[in-house]
Each structure stands twice: as structure tokens, then as C-alpha cells.
């Protein structure tokens, strides 16, 4: 599978629960003390942890994305689907902008 899968919300949720868990049997095992781990364990649980934080600022942002987005729909209607392909766009030009002046340089 996916180290990191953004498409749906459940399976970010499932992939949390998996990552925490993983990294609390690592700690459980060793009486929760961070010292007496191997320097793998260590290396381990500080992946799980940076994999944690990165898949609930995901989730965060698609909650975030879901109340903002309602809340534009309430107000402009269908307009609201022009603020994320405007974002799109402008993020599209930058990176193409950005890629062929790093190719002159």
C-alpha cells in the first residue's frame, strides 16, 4: 500500500490509528521509556510520529476544507467550486513558472 494516502478521510483515520499504535507497542515494550531503546526502535517511533503528525494535518485540512466550503456554498452557491479551481490554477502556473527558471539557471 501507499506510505501516505490522502484520498479519503477514513482511510487517513485508519492510517493514524495504525501509525499510533504501531509506535505505542514500540514504547509498551520497553515500559515506555524512550532510553531503553534500540537505536532502530528509536528511528521507528520517530517516523510513526512525523507520519502522525503529517496525516492529521491532512485530516485537519479536509475538515477544515469541508466547513469552509459549506460555508461558501451557503453564501455564493455554486460559485464556491471556482475558489479551489482558482487555487489550482495559480498554483499551476507558479510551479510551471518556477520549473523553467530553475531550467535557464
Known sequence: GA????????????DIGSTIGRASMILLRNGCRRRRLSVIERAEVDVDIEKACILISILCSFLLGCVLGALAFSHIGYFTLFIPASITLIMGVAYTWFREQLKQS
Open 3 to 14: 506510505i501516505v494516502r490522502t484520498t479519503h478521510c477514513t482511510g487517513t483515520a485508519t
